[in-house]
């Protein structure tokens, strides 16, 4: 069974700064997909980013890129240039290349970007 | 714009009472899954469906049932509530051979 963890339930940064949220997970596959989703305040849940596992390359999204390290199981999401809009809770979630739809999300980490 | 739509934003419910909370796309997606998300632990699988009338077991079925006799509609529900089941409930929607999942806005349930 996959997991996934996120290591970190609450963080805040300053407006404009750069954060890092973590993120890790198990797993015995070889292919798979990994993302981070965004839930603000009373709003629906969002996709920020993903990274399918086969590229080598990070993926990134404006203001939003991750550190994909394979062999490491590890997946972490950097956000450049804070924004008050960005304070929401963040998931990372896991999902097998094949074989089941369902997706495996960690604990979540609730982000705060202070003015 | 995708649109995935859950019939209450907030339930209040006695134990004991059974409860329907319905999730609705206009998207066509073939797979329709039910959450439910707690503090600290996240988003947790009750239930999926990968076509009308077709159900698989999540991580955490007991408790709840489901219906999908439409493909827009996805029905989760409540047979005889408990207290250990107040919870936000999610729906999410995804289309065939794809890895974007898109969710409702959530119904916050309490059972008193």
């Known amino acids: 069974a996959q997991t996934v963890t996120q290591s970190q339930p609450e963080m805040s940064v300053q407006e404009a700064e750069t954060v890092t949220l973590s993120c890790t997970y198990d797993t015995s596959e070889s292919n798979y997909y990994l993302f981070w989703y965004k839930q603000p305040p009373s709003r629906q849940m969002i996709l920020v980013i993903r990274q399918e596992a086969y590229k080598q390359q990070n993926a990134t999204e404006n203001r939003f890129s991750v550190n994909f390290q394979k062999a490491a199981k590890s997946f972490s999401l950097k956000i450049s240039d804070s924004q008050l809009g960005d304070t929401a809770m963040y998931f990372c979630?896991?999902?097998?290349?094949?074989?089941?739809?369902?997706?495996?999300f960690g604990a979540g980490t609730r982000l705060t970007v202070k003015p | 714009d995708v649109k995935v739509t859950q019939s209450s934003r907030y339930l209040v419910k006695r134990t004991g009472e059974k409860v329907f909370l319905e999730c609705v796309q206009d998207m066509d997606h073939e797979n329709m899954f039910w959450y439910r998300q707690d503090p600290g632990l996240g988003l947790r699988l009750i239930y999926f469906s990968y076509d009308v009338k077709m159900k698989e077991k999540g991580d955490i079925p007991e408790g709840y049932s489901v219906s999908r006799e439409k493909k827009e509609r996805f029905s989760l529900i409540l047979e005889s509530a408990s207290t250990n089941q107040t919870s936000m409930y999610l729906c999410?929607?995804?289309?065939?051979?794809?890895?974007?999942?898109?969710f409702g806005p959530g119904t916050r349930l309490t059972v008193t």
């Open positions: 999410a929607t995804l289309p065939g051979q794809s890895y974007e999942q898109y």
């Open positions: 979630a896991f999902m097998k290349h094949s074989g089941g739809n369902d997706m495996r």
